[in-house]
C-alpha cells in the first residue's frame, strides 16, 4: 500500500520524462527511468536531483 491516494497518483507524472508512476510503500517507480523518488511524509519528493536509481539497490 502507498501513503498517497489513488487521485493523487493518477495527476502525479516522472519530472524526468513525464511517463507514469508506479506507487510503492514509501516511494514512487518510473519504470521508463529506472528510478525511484521518494515519498517523504506523504509528499512525493519529484526532483530529478532526489531520484534513486533502480540500478543501486543490489539484487539479494
Ligand atoms: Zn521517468
Excluded at 9 to 17: D, K
Excluded at 25 to 39: H, I, K, M
Amino acid at each position: 500500500m502507498t501513503e498517497l491516494p489513488d487521485d493523487l497518483l493518477e495527476i502525479l507524472a516522472c519530472p524526468r520524462c513525464h511517463g507514469p508512476l508506479v506507487a510503492e510503500p514509501a516511494s514512487l517507480r518510473c519504470d521508463r527511468c529506472r528510478v525511484r523518488y521518494p515519498v517523504a511524509g506523504g509528499i512525493p519528493v519529484l526532483l530529478t536531483r532526489d531520484a534513486i536509481p533502480l540500478d543501486d539497490v543490489a539484487p539479494a
